[in-house]
């Protein structure tokens, strides 16, 4: 017997399954789990923070930041003047605002900066601020072209500082059991995989309210241009800049990074090796250049850490059913599923020997032929096993109280103060991001894409 079968038979027998005989499904009782962590958050030292990047993300970010006691937020720095004015509103009056994020980088009193800006200024402002002794927490995707990644990696590397990727999700309970759950073989041999994300609204599809103050008196356009092709001012690519391609990186740097993300760290996996997307503009004709449903496929090479399988993600922006999405591991004897909080798991597996009879050739071989063959399978199969099912699932949940993002920035802070590792470094946040990109190019120059995932470059 297997290890993994083993385990399979302790757990039932000690759970609360109620079980017919073997060889017909299972009946179980649905069995909800609460997770348990022994996370600290009751604080840390001393440690003064700065923003960069003030729009949806960025506020969120300092939000969670400043919920841990002892993190103190003195500064921040936006393009727009409406969203310092809203810093000193939402953090307190005497906090230093800016519309240039070098003044952040040369104050002596500041320890981290959390960089929440477009895509496009990422590596950049990030590489800058390690060079200038400051730590970095660093909104997904890591970079907004796959060429850029590796200068952030070896900044990393060159200045010692902790940086850490934006994709809280990888710090949350759920995946950390869906690794132990993984890891311990329940799943069997891993195939497939396949992760969505869809949504059914206009702030969903990045239709991002915009003010009526918005001009170029309160608005730096030329500096948020940055290296973007130069023109006129225009606030819908402003406040509206994952449509575009010149600052963003589209369904794919902002939603498959997150998917990536969560699937690393549960398979311990360094990524893809082959990408291909496709998809179009559906529904949001709004002068976006970017797609609003997109599916890609990924070849996964096998690795000490699992089997070669293939993953597909989609991203539908324009959903009947609804927002939602799903991630599921598939293995040949059970499937993970993550929606939302809660994790599923549910386990079938085959029997040991092939079948005869039901959608099969053995009708249509003559009576004293399937007499031969019955006498034949039982010769060669004489004590196959029978197929096991367990009809409904194990759910485990996160507990109310746990914050996901709040546990991300736990994770950077004692990290900067060395009593643990990020749990998203450069490299890790490389290569969550790459084979997003590489799908945004396998979509833009409609071929595709090898990625080595261990060398970190294009092939």
């Given at each position: 017997?297997?290890?993994?079968?083993?385990?399979?038979?302790?757990?039932?027998?000690?759970?609360?399954?109620?079980?017919?005989?073997?060889?017909?499904?299972?009946?179980?009782?649905?069995?909800?789990?609460?997770?348990?962590?022994?996370?600290?958050?009751?604080?840390?030292?001393?440690?003064?923070?700065?923003?960069?990047?003030?729009?949806?993300?960025?506020?969120?970010?300092c939000?969670?930041?400043?919920?841990?006691?002892?993190?103190?937020?003195?500064?921040?720095?936006?393009?727009?003047?409406?969203?310092?004015?809203?810093s000193?509103?939402?953090?307190?009056?005497?906090?230093?605002?800016?519309?240039?994020?070098?003044?952040?980088?040369?104050?002596?009193?500041?320890?981290?900066?959390?960089?929440?800006?477009?895509?496009h200024?990422?590596?950049?402002?990030?590489?800058?601020?390690?060079?200038?002794?400051?730590?970095?927490?660093?909104?997904?995707?890591?970079?907004?072209?796959?060429?850029?990644?590796?200068?952030?990696?070896?900044?990393?590397?060159?200045?010692?500082?902790?940086?850490?990727?934006?994709?809280?999700g990888?710090?949350?309970?759920?995946?950390?059991?869906?690794?132990?759950?993984?890891?311990?073989?329940?799943?069997?041999?891993?195939?497939?995989?396949?992760?969505?994300?869809?949504?059914?609204?206009?702030?969903?599809?990045?239709?991002?309210?915009?003010?009526?103050?918005?001009?170029?008196?309160?608005?730096?356009?030329?500096?948020?241009?940055?290296?973007a092709?130069?023109?006129?001012?225009?606030?819908?690519?402003?406040?509206?800049?994952?449509?575009?391609?010149?600052?963003?990186?589209?369904?794919?740097?902002?939603?498959?990074?997150?998917?990536?993300?969560?699937?690393?760290?549960?398979?311990?996996?360094?990524?893809?090796?082959?990408?291909?997307?496709?998809?179009?503009?559906?529904?949001?004709?709004?002068?976006?250049?970017?797609?609003?449903?997109m599916?890609?496929?990924?070849?996964?090479?096998?690795?000490?850490?699992?089997?070669?399988?293939?993953?597909?993600?989609?991203?539908?922006?324009?959903?009947?059913?609804?927002?939602?999405?799903?991630?599921?591991?598939?293995?040949?004897?059970?499937?993970?599923?993550?929606?939302?909080?809660k994790?599923?798991?549910?386990?079938?597996?085959?029997?040991d020997?092939?079948?005869?009879?039901?959608?099969d050739?053995?009708?249509?071989?003559?009576?004293?032929?399937?007499?031969?063959?019955?006498?034949?399978?039982?010769?060669?199969?004489?004590?196959?096993?029978?197929?096991?099912?367990?009809?409904?699932?194990?759910?485990?949940?996160?507990?109310?109280?746990?914050?996901?993002?709040?546990?991300?920035?736990?994770?950077?802070?004692?990290?900067?103060?060395?009593?643990?590792?990020?749990?998203?470094?450069?490299?890790?946040?490389?290569?969550?991001?790459?084979?997003?990109?590489?799908?945004n190019?396998?979509?833009?120059?409609?071929?595709?894409?090898?990625?080595d995932?261990?060398?970190?470059?294009?092939?």
């Amino acid at each position: 017997m297997s290890q993994s079968r083993r385990n399979f038979v302790k757990t039932i027998a000690g759970s609360s399954f109620l079980a017919t005989a073997i060889g017909k499904d299972l009946l179980t009782t649905k069995k909800e789990i609460t997770l348990d962590y022994k996370a600290d958050f009751n604080g840390i030292e001393d440690m003064n923070i700065a923003g960069i990047g003030m729009g949806i993300m960025g506020f969120n970010n300092c939000r969670a930041a400043t919920s841990i006691k002892g993190v103190n937020l003195i500064a921040t720095c936006d393009l727009y003047q409406g969203r310092l004015d809203r810093s000193k509103e939402v953090f307190g009056k005497n906090i230093y605002t800016t519309r240039n994020y070098q003044e952040i980088l040369s104050r002596n009193d500041i320890n981290a900066v959390i960089i929440s800006t477009a895509d496009h200024w990422h590596n950049k402002i990030a590489i800058a601020a390690m060079n200038a002794g400051k730590h970095v927490y660093l909104e997904k995707p890591i970079v907004h072209h796959i060429e850029q990644g590796m200068s952030v990696v070896n900044a990393e590397k060159s200045t010692g500082k902790v940086v850490q990727i934006g994709s809280q999700g990888v710090s949350s309970l759920i995946y950390q059991k869906a690794k132990e759950i993984y890891k311990s073989g329940e799943l069997g041999k891993l195939v497939m995989a396949e992760a969505s994300f869809n949504r059914q609204s206009s702030n969903g599809a990045w239709q991002y309210s915009i003010p009526t103050d918005a001009s170029e008196e309160t608005i730096d356009w030329s500096r948020f241009l940055g290296d973007a092709p130069k023109i006129p001012f225009n606030k819908e690519h402003f406040f509206r800049w994952r449509n575009f391609q010149e600052y963003g990186t589209g369904v794919a740097g902002d939603l498959f990074v997150h998917l990536f993300s969560g699937m690393h760290v549960i398979l311990s996996s360094l990524g893809p090796n082959k990408i291909f997307a496709t998809g179009g503009l559906r529904y949001w004709n709004d002068g976006r250049n970017v797609p609003d449903v997109m599916l890609a496929v990924f070849d996964y090479p096998k690795t000490e850490s699992h089997e070669a399988f293939n993953l597909i993600l989609k991203v539908n922006f324009i959903d009947g059913g609804g927002e939602g999405g799903n991630f599921k591991l598939m293995g040949t004897e059970g499937v993970l599923e993550i929606v939302g909080n809660k994790l599923m798991l549910t386990k079938s597996k085959m029997s040991d020997s092939p079948t005869y009879g039901g959608w099969d050739s053995f009708d249509t071989f003559t009576e004293a032929q399937q007499k031969e063959y019955v006498k034949w399978f039982k010769a060669k199969y004489p004590n196959p096993s029978k197929p096991i099912k367990i009809a409904s699932k194990e759910v485990y949940k996160e507990p109310n109280n746990f914050d996901s993002h709040k546990a991300h920035y736990m994770n950077f802070f004692n990290a900067i103060m060395g009593k643990e590792k990020a749990i998203e470094n450069s490299s890790f946040g490389l290569r969550a991001a790459a084979p997003s990109l590489a799908a945004n190019k396998s979509y833009f120059e409609s071929r595709p894409i090898s990625w080595d995932p261990v060398n970190m470059k294009l092939v």
